[in-house]
C-alpha cells in the first residue's frame, strides 16, 4: 500500500513519467487494441482482458488490468528485452458506391487515391506495453503509415503510477496517468479513444464535421496529466488538464502536421470523467459522462499559433464539450454475449472576434451527436453489429461549406445520419492454438448507409453529389504479434 507521508515518492513517480514521455518524442489516425506483449506479460490469452478475442472491448480484468497501470503479471513468454514490445499490420480494401476524381480521398508525392476502389495498407504500428517499475507501466502506439499520409508518428501514449488501499471497508484504486489524448485514459468503447467501429477507411469520405474531442483524438496534438479513482468497483472518478503539443514536441511525436489542423488549446484545457457500473448477474450497467472545456486559438488555413500568427492578436474561442454515455451488457450463456451502447454529445463554440470579422463564421456554434449499437458476439470469435449515428447542428457556411464537390456542404450545414453494420471474426486470442500470446488476428467486413450527409440527403455539396452516393463497403485485416 502507497503511504501518503512519502511525497517524495510520489514525486519521483511523477518526474519519472513526465521525463520517459518526453523521452520518447524525441525517437518519434488511429485506433489501437490489445496487444500481444500483454498477454506475454500476464501469461493469460487476450479473451481474458477482452469480451472478444481481440480488443478493445474490456472484461472486467480488463479494466482493472488498465487502471492498476498496465503492471499485473510475470510470465516473460520472450526474453525480457523483447517482452514489452509488439506490432500490428492493418491492411484494408474499400469500395465507395460512386466514383470521386483521383486524389480525393488521399493524395501524396507518391500515392493518390483511386476513384472507387482502394487496396490500402492502412496503417502499422510498433507498441511498447507493459509494466516498467513495480506500480509504473505503460502503453506507447507509434503508427506508420506508408501509403495515405506517409508519416510515423506517436499515436497513442498513455504511462500510468497506480495503486490502491482499503479505507473504513471500502477499496480504492487510484492513479495518475500522463497521455496525450483525452479519452486516452478510458475503458469504455462509448469514449472517442476505443469506440466501435475499431477501424475505419482512409480510402472513403467522412463528414465535414466533428466532435471535439474525436478530432483531438484522430490526430493527437494535445498532452496532458489526469487523477483518477475507482472506489468500490462501481464509482469511478477522473479529472485533470491537457494543452496543447509545442511545435517542438509536435515534430518530435510526428505530429507537426496536424497542430494547425486542430483547434489549439490555448493555456489548458480541463478534462472530467465520471461513471458508475454494476455487474448483476449476468448483466453488467454502466452510466456516465465525460467532456473537455477550454480556450482555442483560432483555426486559420491550418496555420500553426505561434509560429504563423500570434493569439495575442487573434483573440481565443472558448469550447466546451459534454457526453453522456452509458453501456449494457448480458451473458446470455458460455458462448452467447449481447451489448448495446449509447452516447450522446454536445459541443458549444463561442467564436473569436477575429473569426467572425475575417472569415465570417458565426458568433457561436452547436454540434449534437447520437450514437448508437447493438452488438452479439458468439464464442468470442463471431461478431455482428449494428450502429446508427445522428449528427446535427448550427449551419455555418464559413466552417462547414469548402466549396468543394464530394467533401463541401452546400447549405453550410453539419447534418449527416448514418447507418452501419459489421461482422468480425477472430479465429485466436482464446488460448486455444500454439500462436497464443504470440499471434492474433481480426477480419472484419464493414458497410457504411448514408440518409443524410454534409446537411442534405440529395445534391449535399452543391455538385450533384447524393448522400447514398458515399455508401462504403470495407473489409479490413489487423494482424498483431
Known amino acids: 500500500m502507497y503511504n501518503f507521508k512519502r511525497k517524495d515518492k510520489l514525486s519521483f513517480v511523477l518526474k519519472a513519467s513526465l521525463a520517459l514521455l518526453a523521452f520518447s518524442a524525441s525517437f518519434f489516425s488511429s485506433n489501437a487494441y490489445a496487444t500481444a506483449a500483454f498477454s506475454r506479460q500476464t501469461g493469460e490469452s487476450c479473451a481474458t482482458c477482452h469480451m472478444q478475442g481481440y ?45 470521386v476524381p483521383q486524389g480525393t480521398y488521399f493524395q501524396n508525392s507518391k500515392y493518390a487515391s483511386n476513384a472507387q476502389t482502394n487496396v490500402l495498407n492502412d496503417w502499422d504500428a510498433i507498441y511498447y506495453t507493459g509494466r516498467v517499475l513495480p506500480k509504473v507501466g505503460v502503453y506507447f502506439q507509434i503508427n506508420f503509415t506508408p501509403q495515405t499520409s506517409r508519416s510515423i508518428s506517436l499515436s497513442m501514449a498513455d504511462m500510468r503510477f497506480a495503486d490502491h488501499f482499503s479505507f473504513e471497508g471500502h477499496n480504492v484504486q487510484y492513479g495518475i496517468t500522463a497521455n496525450n489524448a483525452p479519452t486516452m485514459s478510458d475503458t469504455w468503447m462509448t469514449s472517442f479513444a476505443w469506440m466501435y467501429p475499431y477501424t475505419t477507411s482512409s480510402g472513403a469520405v467522412a463528414p465535414n464535421a466533428t466532435p471535439w474531442l474525436q478530432q483531438l483524438m484522430a490526430s493527437p496534438t494535445s498532452v496532458g496529466m489526469t487523477a483518477y479513482t475507482k472506489i468500490d468497483n462501481h464509482w469511478y472518478f477522473e479529472a485533470g488538464g491537457y494543452s496543447n503539443q509545442s511545435i517542438a514536441m509536435g515534430q518530435g511525436f510526428g505530429q507537426a502536421m496536424n497542430l494547425g ?50 493569439v495575442a492578436t487573434t483573440g481565443t474561442s472558448s469550447k466546451q464539450e459534454v457526453n453522456l454515455d452509458s453501456n449494457y451488457s448480458y451473458m446470455m450463456d458460455e458462448k452467447n454475449m449481447f451489448m448495446v451502447m449509447w452516447r450522446y454529445t454536445h459541443d458549444s463554440i463561442k467564436n473569436a472576434a477575429y473569426l467572425q470579422t475575417n472569415n465570417g463564421v458565426n458568433a457561436s456554434d452547436a454540434l449534437n451527436n447520437d450514437m448508437l449499437m447493438g452488438m452479439w458476439t458468439y464464442e468470442k470469435t463471431y461478431n455482428l453489429a449494428f450502429a446508427w449515428n445522428h449528427q446535427w447542428g448550427t449551419a455555418d457556411m464559413a466552417l462547414y461549406n469548402n466549396g468543394s464537390p464530394i467533401t463541401g456542404s452546400a447549405n453550410g450545414s453539419p447534418n449527416s445520419n448514418s447507418f452501419l453494420v459489421e461482422v468480425d471474426y477472430i479465429p485466436f486470442g482464446k488460448g486455444k492454438f500454439l500462436t497464443d500470446p504470440y499471434f492474433n488476428m481480426r477480419l472484419s467486413l464493414q458497410y457504411w448507409a448514408y440518409t443524410q450527409f454534409n446537411g442534405a440527403t440529395t445534391n449535399y455539396d452543391g455538385f450533384g453529389r447524393n448522400a447514398g452516393q458515399n455508401n462504403t463497403t470495407y473489409f479490413v485485416t489487423n494482424i498483431n504479434f
Open 261 to 310: 489542423a486542430n483547434d489549439a488549446i490555448v493555456g489548458g484545457a480541463g478534462y472530467w470523467r465520471v461513471y458508475w457500473d454494476q455487474v448483476f448477474g449476468a448483466h453488467h450497467i454502466m452510466f456516465g459522462s465525460y467532456g473537455l472545456t477550454g480556450n482555442v486559438a483560432p483555426n486559420i488555413a491550418g496555420q500553426i499559433p505561434g509560429q504563423n500568427y500570434s
Open 55 to 99: 480488443g478493445p472491448w474490456l472484461t472486467e480484468y480488463g479494466t482493472k488490468f488498465k487502471l492498476d497501470g498496465y503492471v499485473a503479471g510475470d510470465a516473460a513468454k520472450v526474453p525480457t528485452l523483447l517482452n514489452n514490445f509488439s506490432a500490428e499490420i492493418v491492411s484494408s480494401v474499400t469500395n465507395v458506391a460512386s466514383a
